[in-house]
Nanobody, 114 residues
Framework: QVQLVESGGGLVQPGGSLRLSCAAS????????MGWYRQAPGKQRELVAT???????NYADSVKGRFTISKDNGENTVYLQMSSLLPEDTAVYYC????????WGQGTQVTVSS
């Protein structure tokens, strides 16, 4: 089972930016896709963005044009650049590895508030 460690969360004002990182314990090219999900209090976990092994990306409509997912295969790390943050982006953000031996990270809190 891969170990995924998220970092980069924190408190930011509306309109601000954050970059989340997800470091994997083994090569991420073994997974068909990597992704970021989020869960706000009282809500179900929802997809934010995914990136496939060959680099194709997909985004939730609510974050299109504001968030960018990317990866560094050499560093076994996936990133989520978040800009123009809104209070409704407040959530715990989880990294996900899809495929055999994949799984979830522990999450990192993102709070958007003035």
């Amino acid at each position: 089972q891969v170990q995924l460690v998220e970092s980069g969360g924190g408190l930011v004002q509306p309109g601000g930016s954050l970059r989340l990182s997800c470091a994997a314990s083994r090569s991420i090219v073994t997974f068909y896709a990597m992704g970021w999900y989020r869960q706000a209090p009282g809500k179900q976990r929802e997809l934010v963005a995914t990136i496939t092994r060959d680099g194709r990306t997909n985004y939730a409509d609510s974050v299109k044009g504001r968030f960018t997912i990317s990866k560094d295969n050499g560093e076994n790390t996936v990133y989520l650049q978040m800009s123009s943050l809104l209070p409704e982006d407040t959530a715990v953000y989880y990294c996900y590895a899809g495929g055999a031996g994949g799984g979830w990270g522990q999450g990192t809190q993102v709070t958007v508030s003035s």
